[in-house]
């Protein structure tokens, strides 16, 4: 357990000590302005003990990584110009495709019908996403689509509920219905086919109550920020705001937990954490350079080995030395306070 000293500076060594020691500690405070990019505030966040963390966990999954979270835009995916959406999107698939002459065929029908749905009902960015959807799935060893045994129109329409799903984007309040969706496939439901889809490439993952505001309104969590909309990231660029601001509030509300304070008129106050030493040791490493080992332990008698260099546990003897053999008059004395309740190493 830490315990806190106030006591007053003498003008021997004691204040130089101190001032050194502040001087450290000051180099580890939090720096808000080296720390301040989104990623680095989300991968702060991901220590926080709240609900913070857990919705960062969610966005972190949606975005496909702390990576692609920090860089997220709101910019429409769009095809470069001298080749049309449907060529583009075969480009996309054609690398990585394993499937047999006649596989090959039923995906690129499949392909064809959802992108001509996206054409007449959606935009071309859905055409775009559902292109990279059918790509993902091509790709994946279990290759959901060439082996489904549903026709292709029913298939095609449940591509294009996968892709409006984990953009939030089915619902009465929302961009279409999945009735209009059916309607506009000729087909009775496919959401059970959708959602086979989405379980074999690992995207259906609430099988509770959502933990996040980002997942209560889509069943489907997709891992790559390339299959969202444009309407979807900017949704995620809002609620990354806001949970860059829950993470720097949680921040400054915190008390900085110091070892070292200074608080005016030469008197500093200490956290020290008692402990008990179990010895010396001389050891040498894989590298053959030499170190010197201190055994100690706290107050639940847990062992913690601490390593110094040679040369500073030299420097280590003599200021032990010196601190023995200065006189009672020029110790400082302490005062306790209560302990803080944490851990002595914490």
Same mark, same amino acid.
């Given at each position: 357990?830490?315990?806190?000293?106030?006591?007053?500076?003498?003008?021997?060594?004691?204040?130089?000590?101190?001032?050194?020691?502040?001087?450290?500690?000051?180099?580890?405070?939090?720096?808000?302005?080296?720390?301040?990019?989104?990623?680095?505030?989300?991968?702060?966040?991901?220590?926080?003990?709240?609900?913070?963390?857990?919705?960062?966990?969610?966005?972190i999954?949606?975005?496909?990584?702390?990576?692609?979270?920090?860089?997220?835009?709101?910019?429409?995916?769009?095809?470069e110009?001298?080749?049309?959406?449907?060529?583009?999107?075969?480009?996309?698939?054609?690398?990585?495709?394993?499937?047999?002459?006649?596989? !090959?065929a039923?995906?690129?029908?499949?392909?064809?019908?959802?992108?001509?749905?996206?054409?007449?009902?959606?935009?071309?960015e859905?055409?775009?996403?559902?292109?990279?959807?059918?790509?993902?799935?091509?790709?994946?060893?279990?290759? /959901?689509?060439?082996?489904?045994?549903?026709?292709?129109?029913?298939?095609?329409?449940a591509?294009?509920?996968?892709?409006?799903?984990?953009?939030?984007?089915?619902?009465?309040?929302?961009?279409?219905?999945?009735?209009?969706?059916?309607?506009?496939?000729?087909?009775? +439901?496919?959401?059970?086919?959708?959602?086979?889809?989405?379980?074999?490439?690992?995207?259906?993952?609430?099988?509770?109550?959502?933990?996040?505001?980002?997942?209560?309104?889509?069943?489907?969590?997709?891992?790559?920020?390339?299959?969202?909309?444009?309407?979807?990231?900017?949704?995620?660029?809002?609620?990354?705001?806001?949970?860059?601001?829950?993470?720097? %509030? !949680?921040?400054?509300?915190?008390?900085?937990?110091?070892?070292?304070?200074?608080?005016?008129?030469?008197?500093?106050?200490?956290? +020290?954490?008692?402990?008990?030493?179990?010895?010396?040791?001389?050891?040498?490493? %894989?590298?053959?350079?030499l170190?010197?080992?201190l055994?100690?332990?706290?107050?639940?008698?847990?062992?913690?080995?601490v %390593?110094?260099?040679?040369?500073?546990?030299?420097?280590?003897?003599?200021?032990?030395?010196?601190?023995?053999?200065?006189?009672?008059?020029?110790?400082?004395?302490?005062?306790?306070? /209560?302990?803080?309740?944490?851990?002595?190493?914490?």
């Amino acid at each position: 357990m830490a315990t806190d000293h106030p006591f007053d500076c003498t003008p021997d060594g004691s204040a130089a000590w101190l001032a050194r020691l502040e001087a450290l500690e000051d180099r580890g405070e939090f720096d808000f302005e080296l720390c301040g990019d989104a990623a680095s505030l989300l991968a702060i966040g991901l220590s926080l003990d709240s609900a913070v963390s857990v919705w960062i966990e969610d966005f972190i999954d949606i975005c496909g990584g702390l990576d692609a979270a920090g860089a997220l835009h709101a910019e429409p995916w769009v095809v470069e110009p001298s080749f049309p959406e449907s060529t583009c999107v075969v480009r996309e698939l054609r690398p990585a495709s394993r499937l047999a002459e006649r596989e !090959e065929a039923r995906v690129a029908e499949v392909l064809e019908l959802a992108e001509e749905y996206c054409a007449e009902a959606l935009d071309p960015e859905y055409t775009l996403i559902v292109g990279r959807l059918v790509a993902r799935m091509s790709q994946h060893p279990e290759r /959901p689509l060439a082996g489904h045994r549903s026709r292709p129109e029913r298939l095609a329409a449940a591509v294009v509920w996968v892709a409006l799903e984990a953009n939030g984007a089915l619902g009465r309040t929302r961009n279409t219905s999945a009735t209009a969706l059916w309607r506009g496939f000729g087909v009775s +439901t496919c959401a059970a086919i959708g959602r086979s889809l989405a379980a074999s490439m690992g995207w259906i993952a609430l099988d509770e109550q959502p933990r996040s505001p980002l997942l209560w309104h889509t069943e489907v969590l997709v891992d790559d920020v390339r299959l969202l909309h444009s309407c979807r990231r900017l949704e995620l660029l809002e609620h990354r705001l806001l949970l860059q601001q829950l993470v720097t %509030q !949680e921040l400054l509300g915190r008390e900085p937990d110091r070892s070292v304070t200074n608080v005016g008129e030469g008197r500093y106050e200490l956290t +020290t954490y008692p402990a008990e030493c179990h010895g010396v040791c001389k050891v040498m490493d %894989q590298e053959g350079r030499l170190h010197v080992v201190l055994a100690f332990s706290d107050a639940a008698d847990e062992l913690r080995l601490v %390593q110094v260099s040679v040369p500073d546990a030299r420097v280590l003897s003599g200021e032990l030395e010196q601190a023995l053999a200065a006189p009672i008059d020029a110790v400082p004395r302490l005062s306790y306070r /209560p302990p803080r309740p944490h851990d002595m190493w914490e």
